[in-house]
């Protein structure tokens, strides 16, 4: 590990690298792909929750003006990676898609049904009003709270008895001189991104597939798009270049991808299909509804002696979808005894998926509120009492942390925000008539590094293109990667040029669980190390070089010199002419190594919130938050605060207003827009201070860098509802905090 | 979205013609509601009648009253210091009303006529009288958190959703006139006897006749200008639609309110005025007792359905809360 080379005040942060093209309308999205001859299809969803489909009546769609093709399970082309067999009667383990057009069966509400291509959108819509579909409905189960009885062990984990999801225990219950056991619920939750799925198919031949797809993962979409029709991987090009925010959604290819790559294949042209706003609520996974209970127990003096985490989560009624609901609660506190439960209750709906922070951000409303619960029964500051269990190690895998400074985040976040002020006593603070709450939570999210690939081309200029199949959903991904590959070479940002979102590019993993930079960023340092010191080959192999001390040697400026005091060096270009090279292209690997099995990776953070809450209305605004993370190495300040608030934002949306209500006499949502599913607007969000620690954990990678993305948003709600109580003595344990429960 | 037929006619005479002719037709000014409703199938109309280009954006002072034409913007009137300055009550209205987008698109007309928000009402798979008179209202044992909780008489309502304008409410308050011209020429409404309840046909939102165009509104100009709030309760700051809100306009004179208006949004299926309110409040000196006491009165005919239970408290509260602001008193 280098010491500290990125951010510092000499250096200051990149503007975004796409900055530019993203808001002067240059940059091109999935649907914007002007492919000659395309067709575009419209979507037909199902409007009952369970049944078969009887009756596909066409005839007025077909002879619509400009139809191509009205598509079903009655006509649709077989998706060789599917085979013969039969739809699994029974629900299958996580990975397992419903497959689109398959046969007359119906699951869930909002599930594709039929699709009509046309020449123009408006014709395929028009035309779609048109077609008549006839069910046979079943009774559904689509109520959480009346079928949880049928919660199960997932069967994930009745296959793998290893699996991090089955039954947990460990110790032996302390005295517990202190008590407390409360119920949460956080509802349905959707990602929404602003830009809807969209994807441009095109048959470039009979066993050749590209496809312009909003996904956050285009090397995985690749691989399961080549599956799906039975063809070389090689064969299938994905691309992914500018995202209009994801937050989970894009991690999977979805049933309307696979239904747009049959429509091409259909009608011999290229299809463009782009999800409804109110299609979005049903096609591409969401935050599942889940019931949690939290036991806590204490000694007076603040010791925790025991947590119970029992956690029920939604899925669907063909697929298991996990995620981390009770896992924190082994690692983050130090506690002797430590209990885990983790069901799932399959309904008729679709498939949740992983949505920002998956699994930790539910997990940690309800643990991080029942600290703040145990807090006030003890009568302590909740945040001494965090402090009072910190744990020294994680005695889940009783190994040591790689690096945890998240002490130091609970003492600088206290000062920034003037936790001090804070009375300890609820409902004790006012301001102008309106109730004033302080409230705070922990974050946590474990360490994702997967094998990476780049390859670095320095140019006969002496710039250099930088390559790897990863995304950028928003977070800045070739913002930060120019950064690397421009500090490691020393050059000047403006001589880097890094491409992503292509699937033709180097291997990398898709944009999810906090993994990019840790991973793909590793792979960018380590190919321009590899690069760096290939060129320092080259300048020795030139002559004035070959007598100098190779160990002195520096690169600065695009140039390499003899030594740091050195000012007139070799340039790179004159290296690569020197050696009659257009450019010198090096590729590498990077992954994880026993470090994994030596220490515990996590990175931390909390948040500190202020709330007024109108004792009249019930209304609460989000006054303040200071937010500090410890994620090892900041690469690129301006960038990395860009995602805390970006996090925080989803946070508050999380807490206050986020809630897919469904109607379950039908089986059908009714918020399916955004004036009826609410998620925060500029006039919710406040000042927001965020703080780094920044300081490398040299054990996880040679950057020094974890993920930021996920701790940005988990606990937030936590701290929410926790200044909520603060601030009027009322507890909501079930999200979100809407006026009407707290008038 | 169906197809249908663009005009653009160039008089309102013109205009008026071209509605009669075609029940189907619509008139299109800002369209911020019109257009989501093609979009999601809940109207098809077979022509749109652009009136974007007629003569009705003037904002003027006319003897007692302030003369807005139907097709000033939301934003327009929001910053007219005519009306900024003499009815300060609608400004804060509209201003509580969607977002600065939209604002800058709708009309005062658009805004009289616009539609529930009902999500029933929005999904063509679902029963809704409003839609689909004789199928049935889903909201009433359903998802009905924003939905009405005052009626009228003992009548059993067809539909429980609520208008969605915060503008109207202020209009309410206000004594608006309602200026229409149509087939058989101008008439004038008052704003309590524009929009309908729910009972009867609740497919109709108004009582205007077809072909008829709202072509400007008269507000009462200088008077309620010093103690006036409109008090708007949503689930998010900006682009929600009231859970509940209030305008509340006082005259006060030596410590006494001598006259007042109350009207609420978000409650009802029009928006809500209630002249109880008003004639307790005459001749009594400003309280938060006096306040709860009427706001109390009013509520004793509120009707919940379900998971809008609380908007009895609230509305009580949030009548309290706009009527202190508005006489000035903490």
Same mark, same amino acid.
């Given at each position: 590990?280098?010491?500290?080379?990125? &951010?510092?005040?000499?250096?200051?942060?990149?503007?975004?690298?796409?900055?530019?093209?993203?808001?002067?309308?240059?940059?091109?999205?999935?649907?914007?792909?002007?492919?000659?001859?395309?067709?575009?299809?419209?979507?037909?969803?199902?409007?009952?929750?369970?049944?078969?489909?009887?009756?596909?009546?066409?005839?007025?769609?077909?002879?619509?003006?400009?139809?191509?093709?009205?598509?079903?399970?009655?006509?649709?082309?077989?998706?060789?990676?599917?085979?013969?067999?039969?739809?699994?009667?029974?629900?299958?383990?996580?990975?397992?898609?419903?497959?689109?057009?398959?046969?007359?069966?119906?699951?869930?509400?909002?599930?594709?049904?039929?699709?009509?291509?046309?020449?123009?959108?408006?014709?395929?819509?028009?035309?779609?009003?048109?077609?008549?579909?006839?069910?046979?409905?079943?009774?559904?189960?689509?109520?959480?709270?009346?079928?949880?009885?049928?919660?199960?062990?997932?069967?994930?984990?009745?296959?793998?008895?290893?699996?991090?999801?089955?039954?947990?225990?460990?110790?032996?219950?302390?005295?517990?001189?202190?008590?407390?056991?409360?119920?949460?619920?956080?509802?349905?939750?959707?990602?929404?991104?602003?830009?809807?799925?969209?994807?441009?198919?095109?048959?470039?031949?009979?066993?050749?597939?590209?496809?312009?797809?909003?996904?956050?993962?285009?090397?995985?979409?690749?691989?399961?798009?080549?599956?799906?029709?039975?063809?070389?991987?090689?064969?299938?090009?994905?691309?992914?270049?500018?995202?209009?925010?994801?937050?989970?959604?894009?991690?999977?290819?979805?049933?309307?991808?696979?239904?747009?790559?049959?429509?091409?294949?259909?009608?011999?042209?290229?299809?463009?299909?782009?999800?409804?706003?109110?299609?979005?609520?049903?096609?591409?996974?969401?935050?599942?509804?889940?019931?949690?209970?939290?036991?806590?127990?204490?000694?007076?003096?603040?010791?925790?002696?025991?947590?119970?985490?029992?956690?029920?989560?939604?899925?669907?009624?063909?697929?298991?979808?996990?995620?981390?609901?009770?896992?924190?609660?082994?690692?983050?506190?130090?506690?002797?005894?430590?209990?885990?439960?983790?069901?799932?209750?399959?309904?008729?709906?679709?498939?949740?998926?992983?949505?920002?922070?998956?699994?930790?951000?539910?997990?940690?409303?309800?643990?991080?509120?029942?600290?703040?619960?145990?807090? /006030?029964?003890?009568?302590?500051?909740?945040?001494?009492?965090?402090?009072?269990?910190?744990?020294?190690?994680?005695?889940?895998?009783?190994?040591?942390?790689?690096?945890?400074?998240?002490?130091?985040?609970?003492?600088?976040?206290?000062?920034?925000?003037?936790?001090?002020?804070?009375?300890?006593?609820?409902?004790?603070?006012?301001?102008?008539?309106?109730?004033?709450?302080?409230?705070?939570?922990?974050?946590?999210?474990?360490?994702?590094?997967?094998?990476?690939?780049?390859?670095?081309?320095?140019?006969?200029?002496?710039?250099?293109?930088?390559?790897?199949?990863?995304?950028?959903?928003?977070?800045?991904?070739?913002?930060?990667?120019?950064?690397?590959?421009?500090?490691?070479?020393?050059?000047?940002?403006?001589?880097?040029?890094?491409?992503?979102?292509?699937?033709?590019?180097?291997?990398?993993?898709?944009?999810?669980?906090?993994?990019?930079?840790?991973?793909?960023?590793?792979?960018?340092?380590?190919?321009?190390?590899?690069?760096?010191?290939?060129?320092?080959?080259?300048?020795?192999?030139?002559?004035?070089?070959?007598?100098?001390?190779?160990?002195?040697?520096?690169?600065?400026?695009?140039?390499?010199?003899?030594?740091?005091? &050195?000012?007139?060096?070799?340039?790179?270009?004159?290296?690569?002419?020197?050696?009659?090279?257009?450019?010198?292209?090096?590729?590498?690997?990077?992954?994880?190594?026993?470090?994994?099995?030596?220490?515990?990776?996590?990175?931390?953070?909390?948040?500190?919130?202020?709330?007024?809450?109108?004792?009249?209305?019930?209304?609460?605004?989000?006054?303040?938050?200071?937010?500090?993370?410890?994620?090892?190495?900041?690469?690129?300040?301006?960038?990395?605060?860009?995602?805390?608030?970006?996090?925080?934002?989803?946070?508050?949306?999380?807490?206050?207003?986020?809630?897919?209500?469904?109607?379950?006499?039908?089986?059908?949502?009714?918020?399916?827009?955004?004036?009826?599913?609410?998620?925060?607007?500029?006039?919710?969000?406040?000042?927001?201070?965020?703080?780094?620690?920044?300081?490398?954990?040299?054990?996880?990678?040679?950057?020094?860098?974890?993920?930021?993305?996920?701790?940005?948003?988990?606990?937030?709600?936590?701290?929410?509802?926790?200044?909520?109580?603060?601030?009027?003595?009322?507890?909501?344990?079930?999200?979100?905090?809407?006026?009407?429960?707290?008038? | 979205?169906?197809?249908?037929?663009?005009?653009?006619?160039?008089?309102?005479?013109?205009?008026?013609?071209?509605?009669?002719?075609?029940?189907?037709?619509?008139?299109? %000014?800002?369209?911020?509601?019109?257009?989501?409703?093609?979009?999601?199938?809940?109207?098809?109309?077979?022509?749109?009648?652009?009136?974007?280009?007629?003569?009705?954006?003037?904002?003027?002072?006319?003897?007692?009253?302030?003369?807005?034409?139907?097709?000033?913007?939301?934003?327009?009137?929001?910053?007219?210091?005519?009306?900024?300055?003499?009815?300060?009550?609608?400004?804060?209205?509209?201003? %509580?009303?969607?977002?600065?987008?939209?604002?800058?698109?709708?009309?005062?007309?658009?805004?009289?006529?616009?539609?529930?928000?009902?999500?029933?009402?929005?999904?063509?798979?679902?029963?809704?009288?409003?839609?689909?008179?004789?199928?049935?209202?889903?909201?009433?044992?359903?998802?009905?958190?924003?939905?009405?909780?005052?009626?009228?008489?003992?009548?059993?309502?067809?539909?429980?959703?609520?208008?969605?304008?915060?503008?109207?409410?202020?209009?309410?308050?206000? &004594?608006?006139?309602?200026?229409?011209?149509?087939?058989?020429?101008?008439?004038?409404?008052?704003?309590?006897?524009?929009?309908?309840?729910?009972?009867?046909?609740?497919?109709?939102?108004?009582?205007?006749?077809?072909?008829?165009?709202?072509?400007?509104?008269?507000?009462?100009?200088?008077? /309620?200008?010093?103690?006036?709030?409109?008090?708007?309760?949503?689930?998010?700051?900006?682009?929600?639609?009231?859970?509940?809100?209030?305008?509340?306009?006082?005259?006060?004179?030596?410590?006494?309110?001598?006259?007042?208006?109350?009207?609420?949004?978000?409650?009802?299926?029009?928006?809500?005025?209630?002249?109880?309110?008003?004639?307790?409040?005459?001749?009594?000196?400003?309280?938060?007792?006096?306040?709860?006491?009427?706001?109390?009165?009013?509520?004793?005919? %509120?009707?919940?359905?379900?998971?809008?239970?609380?908007?009895?408290?609230?509305?009580?509260?949030?009548?309290?809360?706009?009527?202190?602001?508005?006489?000035?008193?903490?």
């Amino acid at each position: 590990m280098e010491k500290r080379i990125f &951010d510092n005040p000499a250096d200051p942060s990149l503007d975004r690298v796409d900055g530019r093209v993203k808001v002067t309308g240059k940059a091109t999205y999935s649907a914007e792909y002007a492919v000659p001859n395309l067709a575009h299809a419209v979507l037909v969803t199902s409007t009952i929750a369970k049944g078969v489909i009887t009756g596909i009546d066409a005839e007025k769609a077909n002879s619509a003006p400009g139809v191509l093709a009205v598509i079903s399970h009655l006509n649709a082309p077989k998706v060789p990676g599917w085979g013969s067999a039969a739809q699994p009667a029974e629900r299958a383990p996580i990975g397992t898609s419903f497959r689109v057009f398959y046969d007359h069966f119906v699951y869930f509400d909002g599930q594709p049904v039929a699709m009509v291509v046309a020449d123009t959108h408006e014709r395929a819509v028009y035309a779609a009003s048109l077609l008549k579909i006839t069910y046979q409905s079943e009774k559904h189960r689509t109520h959480f709270e009346a079928n949880v009885q049928q919660a199960i062990v997932p069967l994930n984990v009745q296959r793998n008895k290893t699996s991090p999801f089955a039954d947990y225990d460990r110790g032996e219950k302390g005295q517990v001189e202190a008590h407390i056991e409360a119920e949460y619920t956080i509802p349905t939750q959707h990602h929404q991104p602003m830009e809807p799925h969209a994807i441009v198919a095109v048959w470039e031949a009979e066993d050749k597939l590209t496809v312009y797809d909003k996904n956050q993962g285009v090397k995985s979409a690749q691989g399961q798009l080549a599956q799906a029709f039975k063809i070389p991987r090689e064969n299938v090009r994905v691309i992914a270049k500018y995202i209009g925010g994801a937050f989970g959604s894009g991690i999977r290819v979805w049933p309307h991808t696979i239904a747009a790559v049959l429509a091409a294949k259909h009608v011999g042209r290229p299809v463009k299909l782009v999800l409804g706003r109110e299609q979005m609520f049903t096609s591409v996974g969401y935050r599942p509804y889940t019931v949690q209970k939290l036991t806590i127990g204490a000694s007076k003096n603040g010791k925790l002696t025991s947590i119970t985490h029992e956690g029920i989560g939604q899925t669907s009624a063909y697929e298991e979808h996990l995620e981390r609901t009770i896992l924190a609660s082994r690692s983050l506190y130090a506690c002797p005894h430590v209990s885990t439960r983790y069901r799932l209750l399959s309904l008729d709906v679709n498939t949740p998926t992983w949505m920002r922070g998956p699994g930790d951000a539910t997990g940690m409303f309800a643990l991080e509120s029942a600290m703040d619960e145990m807090a /006030f029964a003890l009568n302590i500051d909740p945040l001494d009492f965090r402090i009072k269990n910190y744990a020294e190690l994680d005695q889940e895998r009783n190994l040591p942390w790689s690096a945890k400074s998240l002490k130091e985040c609970y003492v600088l976040g206290a000062e920034k925000f003037g936790w001090k002020n804070r009375k300890l006593e609820p409902k004790s603070m006012q301001k102008d008539g309106v109730l004033v709450g302080y409230g705070m939570a922990s974050s946590l999210y474990g360490f994702h590094r997967h094998p990476s690939k780049a390859r670095a081309v320095m140019q006969a200029d002496g710039s250099v293109i930088v390559q790897s199949a990863t995304m950028d959903i928003g977070p800045g991904t070739g913002t930060a990667m120019t950064r690397i590959a421009a500090k490691v070479l020393g050059i000047h940002a403006k001589m880097v040029r890094f491409d992503l979102g292509d699937s033709a590019l180097p291997d990398a993993p898709g944009q999810n669980g906090s993994s990019t930079i840790p991973s793909v960023g590793s792979a960018v340092h380590d190919v321009c190390v590899a690069l760096r010191d290939r060129l320092i080959e080259m300048a020795f192999e030139m002559p004035g070089f070959a007598t100098k001390e190779k160990s002195q040697v520096v690169v600065r400026n695009g140039q390499v010199l003899a030594s740091m005091a &050195d000012t007139n060096g070799v340039s790179f270009g004159d290296i690569l002419k020197h050696h009659h090279r257009n450019e010198l292209e090096i590729s590498a690997e990077s992954k994880s190594g026993p470090e994994r099995d030596q220490y515990s990776m996590y990175s931390f953070g909390c948040h500190f919130v202020e709330v007024e809450v109108s004792p009249f209305t019930g209304e609460v605004h989000v006054t303040r938050v200071v937010t500090c993370a410890d994620v090892g190495t900041i690469i690129n300040y301006k960038t990395a605060r860009s995602q805390s608030i970006g996090g925080i934002v989803g946070g508050i949306g999380m807490a206050l207003m986020e809630e897919s209500a469904m109607d379950h006499r039908y089986g059908r949502y009714v918020t399916s827009d955004f004036s009826s599913y609410h998620i925060p607007v500029h006039a919710d969000i406040p000042p927001i201070e965020v703080y780094y620690i920044d300081k490398p954990d040299v054990h996880v990678n040679p950057i020094g860098s974890k993920g930021l993305g996920e701790i940005a948003i988990v606990g937030v709600a936590a701290a929410v509802a926790n200044a909520v109580f603060h601030a009027t003595g009322k507890r909501i344990r079930q999200l979100p905090i809407t006026p009407d429960k707290l008038i | 979205m169906k197809p249908f037929q663009y005009l653009r006619p160039k008089t309102i005479r013109e205009a008026i013609s071209m509605a009669a002719e075609d029940p189907d037709a619509r008139y299109i %000014a800002g369209g911020t509601n019109l257009i989501d409703l093609m979009k999601r199938g809940i109207v098809s109309p077979s022509k749109l009648i652009d009136i974007n280009h007629l003569p009705l954006k003037k904002i003027e002072h006319k003897g007692d009253r302030i003369h807005i034409g139907a097709l000033a913007l939301n934003s327009e009137v929001a910053q007219n210091k005519l009306v900024t300055v003499r009815q300060p009550l609608l400004v804060k209205a509209l201003l %509580a009303g969607a977002s600065g987008q939209l604002r800058n698109m709708a009309t005062v007309g658009g805004n009289l006529l616009q539609r529930t928000r009902c999500s029933y009402f929005y999904d063509t798979a679902l029963p809704c009288n409003k839609r689909e008179p004789g199928s049935g209202c889903s909201a009433k044992e359903g998802i009905n958190r924003t939905h009405a909780i005052f009626f009228y008489g003992n009548e059993t309502p067809s539909c429980i959703a609520v208008h969605p304008s915060d503008m109207c409410v202020a209009l309410a308050a206000l &004594d608006t006139a309602v200026v229409v011209t149509g087939p058989n020429g101008e008439r004038r409404l008052m704003m309590k006897d524009l929009h309908r309840l729910s009972t009867a046909q609740p497919e109709l939102d108004t009582y205007l006749a077809p072909g008829e165009l709202i072509t400007s509104i008269e507000v009462l100009d200088n008077v /309620f200008d010093k103690h006036n709030h409109y008090l708007k309760v949503r689930d998010r700051a900006s682009y929600a639609f009231a859970l509940v809100s209030v305008a509340a306009a006082l005259r006060m004179e030596e410590g006494k309110i001598w006259d007042a208006r109350v009207a609420l949004g978000g409650v009802a299926h029009k928006p809500w005025r209630y002249w109880a309110i008003e004639l307790m409040l005459k001749g009594k000196e400003p309280s938060e007792a006096l306040f709860r006491e009427v706001a109390d009165h009013e509520l004793k005919s %509120a009707t919940a359905s379900g998971q809008n239970a609380f908007k009895i408290k609230m509305t009580s509260n949030a009548i309290v809360a706009a009527l202190k602001t508005a006489a000035g008193i903490s």
